[in-house]
C-alpha cells in the first residue's frame, strides 16, 4: 500500500497525504481525519527510510547532470524526469546541478553546502572525480551508471556491453557479416563514458564470436553528424550492410543519409541499436532496439538514496538491467548493397 492508494480512497491529492503525514504544511482537521481513517482501515504505515527522512533533514536530493551548454539526449532527458517524479511521490525536492568545466563550483556548493539530503550523479565515467568527491565528503549518492569499480559506489545502470553484444549477434543472424558500431562523440569516448567503452567491448566481442568484418566509428550527439558520419562510412565500407548505435540522437540523420544513397531500410540497410522506447517507437520507420525504461531505472535510483540517507552504513547496492531487443523495423536479411547513387 503506497500514498497514492491513500489518496485516491481519501480523494485528495498525493500531496495533500503527504503534508498531513509529515505536518511539512498545514491540513483542514476534516480532511486529515478523513485520511488517517483511510490510513487506519488500510494499515498502512510509513517504511523505516521515509521516517529517517523527516527527522531533520532538508528533504532535497540534488540530480547532478551534464553541463547545460550540452543538449541533453532523449534517455538523459527520461532519468531526469523520472526522478524528479519518483522524488516527488517520496514528497522531497529536486536540486538540478550542471557539472563539468564552468559548473565545477555548482557541483562543489551542491556537495559542501548542506543544501541536499543525498545526492544522484548522471552520465559517470570510467574515472570520475565526482565520484572521488562524493566519497570523500561522506554525503550519501547513487549513480545512473558506475565507474570501473563498481564496487565502491551504489548504482543502476544499462548493461551496454551484454545489449551491444544482442544487437551484432541479431544482425549476424539476419546474415550480416560487414556492421559498424556508431558510437557516442570522441570527445566522450576520450574522456572515459562508461556507457560509450561498454558498447565498443560489446560489440568487439560479439564480432569477433561470430567472425565478422566490424567498424567502429564515433559521433557527435546530433542529426547532421549522424547524416556526416553514414555518408563516410558507405563510401569508406562498400560491403557494409548494418549499423549498431548507441547514439539515438544521431539516428534521423543515419536515416537521411541511407535514404540520400538510396537505400531503403530494412531492404537494403538494417540498423539497431540501444534506445529510449519511445524514442524509437516514433522514429520512421521505428527503430529495432534494446529499449532503454528510464522511468523505472530513475525510480529505483531515487529509492537506493532514501536508503542510504536514512542508513549510510547500509551496504552498496547494484541493479544492473539489460533489456531484449524489440524487433521493430529497421533489421532485415542481409544482401548485397543496390540503388546506390
Given at each position: 500500500?503506497?500514498?497514492?492508494?491513500?489518496?485516491?480512497?481519501?480523494?485528495?491529492?498525493?500531496?495533500?497525504?503527504?503534508?498531513?503525514?509529515?505536518?511539512?504544511?498545514?491540513?483542514?482537521e476534516?480532511?486529515?481525519?478523513?485520511?488517517?481513517a483511510?490510513?487506519?482501515?488500510?494499515?498502512?504505515?510509513?517504511?523505516?527510510?521515509?521516517?529517517?527522512?523527516?527527522?531533520?533533514?532538508?528533504?532535497?536530493?540534488?540530480?547532478?547532470?551534464?553541463?547545460?551548454?550540452?543538449?541533453?539526449?532523449?534517455?538523459?532527458?527520461?532519468?531526469?524526469?523520472?526522478?524528479?517524479?519518483?522524488?516527488?511521490?517520496?514528497?522531497?525536492?529536486?536540486?538540478?546541478?550542471?557539472?563539468?568545466?564552468?559548473?565545477?563550483?555548482?557541483?562543489?556548493?551542491?556537495?559542501?553546502?548542506?543544501?541536499?539530503?543525498?545526492?544522484?550523479l548522471?552520465?559517470?565515467?570510467?574515472e570520475?572525480?565526482?565520484?572521488?568527491?562524493?566519497?570523500?565528503?561522506?554525503?550519501?549518492?547513487?549513480?545512473?551508471?558506475?565507474?570501473?569499480?563498481?564496487?565502491?559506489?551504489?548504482?543502476?545502470?544499462i548493461?551496454?556491453?551484454?545489449?551491444?553484444?544482442?544487437?551484432?549477434?541479431?544482425?549476424?543472424?539476419?546474415?550480416?557479416?560487414?556492421?559498424?558500431?556508431?558510437?557516442?562523440?570522441?570527445?566522450?569516448?576520450?574522456?572515459?563514458?562508461?556507457?560509450?567503452?561498454?558498447?565498443?567491448?560489446?560489440?568487439?566481442?560479439?564480432?569477433?564470436?561470430?567472425?565478422?568484418?566490424?567498424?567502429?566509428?564515433?559521433?557527435?550527439?546530433?542529426?547532421?553528424?549522424?547524416?556526416?558520419?553514414v555518408?563516410?562510412?558507405?563510401?569508406?565500407?562498400?560491403?557494409?550492410?548494418?549499423?549498431?548505435?548507441?547514439?539515438?540522437?544521431?539516428?534521423?540523420?543515419?536515416?537521411?543519409?541511407?535514404?540520400?544513397?538510396?537505400l531503403?531500410?530494412?531492404?537494403?540497410?538494417?540498423?539497431?541499436?540501444?534506445?529510449?522506447?519511445?524514442?524509437?517507437?516514433?522514429?520512421?520507420?521505428?527503430?529495432?532496439?534494446?529499449?532503454?525504461?528510464?522511468?523505472?531505472?530513475?525510480?529505483?535510483?531515487?529509492?537506493?538514496?532514501?536508503?542510504?540517507?536514512?542508513?549510510?552504513?547500509?551496504?552498496?547496492?547494484?541493479?544492473?538491467?539489460?533489456?531484449?531487443?524489440?524487433?521493430?523495423?529497421?533489421?532485415?536479411?542481409?544482401?548485397?548493397?543496390?540503388?546506390?547513387?
Amino acid at each position: 500500500m503506497n500514498i497514492g492508494e491513500i489518496a485516491k480512497r481519501s480523494g485528495v491529492s498525493r500531496s495533500t497525504v503527504s503534508y498531513a503525514l509529515s505536518g511539512k504544511r498545514p491540513v483542514a482537521e476534516k480532511t486529515r481525519r478523513r485520511i488517517q481513517a483511510v490510513i487506519d482501515e488500510l494499515g498502512y504505515r510509513p517504511n523505516a527510510a521515509a521516517r529517517a527522512l523527516k527527522e531533520g533533514r532538508t528533504r532535497t536530493i540534488g540530480l547532478v547532470i551534464p553541463p547545460a551548454s550540452r543538449r541533453l539526449t532523449d534517455v538523459q532527458l527520461g532519468f531526469v524526469a523520472s526522478v524528479v517524479d519518483a522524488a516527488a511521490r517520496a514528497d522531497l525536492d529536486i536540486l538540478l546541478s550542471p557539472s563539468g568545466g564552468e559548473h565545477d563550483r555548482s557541483f562543489e556548493r551542491v556537495v559542501t553546502g548542506s543544501r541536499v539530503d543525498g545526492v544522484i550523479l548522471m552520465e559517470i565515467r570510467l574515472e570520475d572525480d565526482r565520484v572521488t568527491r562524493l566519497r570523500q565528503t561522506g554525503l550519501p549518492f547513487v549513480g545512473i551508471g558506475h565507474t570501473s569499480r563498481p564496487e565502491e559506489m551504489t548504482w543502476v545502470d544499462i548493461d551496454y556491453e551484454t545489449l551491444m553484444a544482442r544487437c551484432v549477434r541479431h544482425l549476424a543472424d539476419l546474415g550480416h557479416r560487414h556492421i559498424a558500431l556508431v558510437n557516442r562523440s570522441a570527445e566522450l569516448v576520450a574522456a572515459g563514458y562508461g556507457p560509450s567503452h561498454r558498447a565498443q567491448l560489446g560489440f568487439a566481442g560479439a564480432v569477433a564470436e561470430r567472425g565478422l568484418e566490424g567498424v567502429e566509428v564515433c559521433c557527435a550527439d546530433d542529426a547532421q553528424a549522424g547524416r556526416s558520419c553514414v555518408e563516410r562510412l558507405l563510401a569508406a565500407h562498400p560491403g557494409l550492410t548494418a549499423i549498431a548505435t548507441v547514439n539515438e540522437a544521431a539516428i534521423p540523420g543515419m536515416y537521411r543519409a541511407l535514404a540520400g544513397a538510396r537505400l531503403s531500410v530494412p531492404g537494403d540497410f538494417s540498423i539497431t541499436g540501444v534506445s529510449a522506447r519511445h524514442w524509437a517507437e516514433n522514429l520512421h520507420p521505428p527503430l529495432t532496439a534494446a529499449d532503454i525504461l528510464a522511468d523505472e531505472l530513475g525510480a529505483h535510483a531515487v529509492d537506493l538514496l532514501i536508503q542510504r540517507i536514512a542508513d549510510p552504513g547500509v551496504p552498496h547496492r547494484h541493479l544492473l538491467v539489460a533489456p531484449p531487443i524489440s524487433l521493430r523495423e529497421t533489421t532485415g536479411p542481409a544482401r548485397p548493397r543496390t540503388g546506390r547513387a
